[in-house]
C-alpha cells in the first residue's frame, strides 16, 4: 500500500486521492483561491459582498460526492 499523510490533519490517504477524505485539504488549496476570487469579482454576488454575507459553498467532486464545505468570509473577500 502507497499511503500519504495530509499535510494538514495527519490522517492516512491513499497516494493517488485528490484530496484528503477527512478534512478535504488538497482539494481546498486548489479551488479556494478560484472561489475567493469569484465572491471578489461576480456583479451577481455584490449584493452579498456590499451586505458582508458570509457565502458557503459546498463543493462536489465529478461523482457529486461531497468533498468539502467552505465558508467565505468578509475578511477573505474585502
Ligand atoms: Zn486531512
Known amino acids: 500500500m502507497n499511503n500519504v499523510k495530509c499535510a494538514k490533519c495527519g490522517e492516512d490517504n491513499i497516494a ?3 484530496y484528503c477524505s477527512t478534512c478535504g485539504y488538497t482539494v481546498k488549496k486548489y ?3 478560484g472561489i475567493i476570487n469569484n465572491v471578489k469579482t461576480s456583479n ?3 449584493v452579498y459582498r456590499d451586505n458582508k454575507t458570509t457565502m458557503i459553498y ?3 467532486d465529478k461523482n457529486g460526492v461531497f468533498v468539502l464545505k467552505l465558508s467565505v468570509t468578509p475578511d477573505m473577500y474585502e
Do not use: G
Open 16 to 18: 493517488k486521492a485528490k
Open 58 to 60: 459546498n463543493y462536489r
Open 44 to 46: 451577481d454576488l455584490k
Open 31 to 33: 479551488i479556494e483561491p
